[in-house]
């Protein structure tokens, strides 16, 4: 596609529920990326994937996230048991490849409400 | 201390005016500086990168590096109301780790006609 394909853009549910959020990324991109922001703050790294490495978990908050890149293109961040202060927008974002200095192209993000 | 600073601002320029934004970082080997700017309810958007001191010039959009003061700027001039927006600060701080951003919290700038 033209740019990062998030979805869904919007997603409401219940506090103890299980969540995905699916990243399409550009065409032709290797390195795939997952960030959070909640309302009015900065972007916070969640996870890293560059083509067949071993995925950058570092920055996952918590063992009820986790995601996965099937293919080298399309990424599932999963939440499981969401909580309240689980609810911002999931940003989604891809590369041409990993190395530094790459333009990053941000999605349009899956904005969660946990209730 | 956070691994990016940002003045949360709101920073108020007259249209026509410099805005001028600056950035800390704590990281010493970072080496790649990213200026996105973000719209409410938008994604960010790549405005400029810069990887050596000193300024680099786009446009209306200058960004200026100092390493030995770990500090990042972005200059823009003829401010215009559609500069309206928050502007995300960003650093590539461990090479080892691909091209991994770290985002400052953002400067939020609104341009008054």
């Known amino acids: 596609g033209a740019g990062v394909s998030q979805s869904p853009s919007n997603k409401v549910t219940e506090k103890g529920k299980d969540v995905e959020l699916r990243c399409d990324p550009i065409?032709?991109?290797?390195?795939l990326y997952w960030y959070r922001q909640s309302l009015g703050q900065g972007l916070e790294f969640l996870i890293y994937?560059?083509?067949?490495?071993?995925?950058?978990k570092s920055g996952l908050p918590s063992d009820r996230f986790s995601a996965e890149r099937t293919g080298g293109s399309v990424s599932t961040l999963t939440i499981q048991r969401t909580q309240q202060e689980d609810s911002a927008v999931y940003l989604c974002?891809?590369?041409?490849?990993?190395?530094?200095?790459?333009?990053?192209?941000f999605g349009e993000g899956s904005w969660l409400t946990v209730v | 201390q956070k691994e990016v600073e940002q003045n949360s601002g709101p920073l108020s320029v007259p249209e026509g005016a410099i805005a001028s934004l600056n950035c800390t970082y704590s990281?010493?080997?970072?080496?790649?500086f990213f200026w996105y700017r973000q719209y409410s309810g938008k994604s960010p958007e790549l405005i400029m990168f810069?990887?050596?001191?000193g300024d680099k010039e786009d446009g209306r959009f200058t960004a200026q590096l100092n390493k030995a003061s770990q500090y990042v700027s972005l200059l823009i001039r003829d401010s215009q109301p559609s500069d309206s927006a928050t502007y995300l600060c960003?650093?590539?701080?461990?090479?080892?780790?691909?091209?991994?951003?770290?985002f400052g919290g953002g400067t939020r700038v609104l341009v008054k006609p």
């Open positions: 994937f560059q083509g067949n490495s071993a995925p950058d």
């Open positions: 810069i990887y050596s001191n």
């Open positions: 960003a650093v590539n701080m461990d090479k080892a780790a691909g091209n991994k951003l770290t």
């Open positions: 974002a891809s590369s041409l490849s990993g190395g530094p200095g790459n333009t990053i192209y």
């Open positions: 065409s032709g991109h290797t390195a």
């Open positions: 990281d010493r080997g970072s080496q790649s």
